[in-house]
């Protein structure tokens, strides 16, 4: 059974840092790639970032690149999304998906885990 499990999210102040976690299971990183994807209320879901499965290459949005870091950790088969000097913009739900390589739609999804920037 497929499964993504994300962790990390809570609440920070700007300028703040956070680590997200997405624990795979059901599968290995060697054949799915994952992608980071956030909705804020309101507004549409959008792609953040994505490690593909074969070389490791990554993947950002505009708006996050020099803040955010992803990365993964085969052993664990465990993606990391390292945020880094966090904006109030950057509050939403982030979500990881896996996806057959970082051009493809997600085949399976975690249920998200909340994140706000916020004094």
């Known amino acids: 059974q497929v499964q993504l499990v994300e962790s990390g999210g809570g609440l920070v102040q700007p300028g703040g840092s956070l680590r997200l976690s997405c624990a795979a299971s059901?599968?290995?990183?060697?054949?799915?790639?994952i992608g980071w994807f956030r909705q804020a209320p309101g507004k549409e879901r959008e792609g953040v970032s994505c490690i593909s499965s074969s070389d490791g290459s990554t993947y950002y949005t505009d708006s996050v690149k020099g803040r955010f870091t992803i990365s993964k950790d085969n052993a664990k088969n465990t993606v990391y999304l390292q945020m880094n000097s966090l904006k109030p913009e950057d509050t939403a739900v982030y979500f990881c998906a896996a996806r057959s390589s970082c051009w493809r739609n997600p085949a399976y999804w975690g249920q998200g885990t909340q994140v706000t920037v916020s004094s």
């Open positions: 059901g599968f290995t990183l060697d054949n799915y790639a």
